[in-house]
């Protein structure tokens, strides 16, 4: 089992930028792709970024390349989000993702076995 933790959501003005950081626990699997999707109530969980497990190549949503940067710390088996010139489009709720049998980056949220509780992350316009 995988535990992964999320944290550094909250409110933040349009413009602004926020980290979230996602913590693995248990049985980690840092050489294993990890992603963030995000879910705004009423619509579908939509993909962010993902990670390949060596944290060489990343992967973006087009709504979100340019402005968010994700990279990893395998030696603490930890993830970051880095969101610059949020819009209130980013409104949402942000879910850490860990892969089992998926090295290189993913899209999809099948392929991600262990998910957090997500944090939210509101933007005012």
């Known amino acids: 089992q995988v535990q992964l933790v999320e944290s550094g959501g909250g409110l933040v003005q349009a413009g602004g930028s926020l980290r979230l950081s996602c913590a693995a626990s248990?049985?980690?699997?840092?050489?294993?792709?990890m992603a963030w999707f995000r879910q705004v109530p009423g619509k579908e969980r939509e993909f962010v970024a993902s990670?390949?497990?060596?944290?060489?190549?990343?992967d973006y949503a087009s709504s979100v390349k340019g402005r968010f940067f994700l990279f990893r710390d395998n030696a603490k088996n930890a993830v970051y989000l880095q969101m610059n010139s949020l819009i209130p489009e980013d409104t949402a709720v942000y879910f850490c993702?860990?892969?089992?049998?998926?090295?290189?980056?993913?899209?999809?949220?099948?392929?991600?076995?262990?998910w957090g509780q997500g944090t939210q992350v509101p933007v005012s316009a």
């Open positions: 993702a860990a892969g089992t049998d998926v090295t290189s980056t993913s899209t999809f949220d099948y392929d991600y076995d262990y």
């Open positions: 990670i390949s497990g060596s944290g060489i190549a990343t």
């Open positions: 248990g049985r980690t699997y840092s050489r294993n792709a």
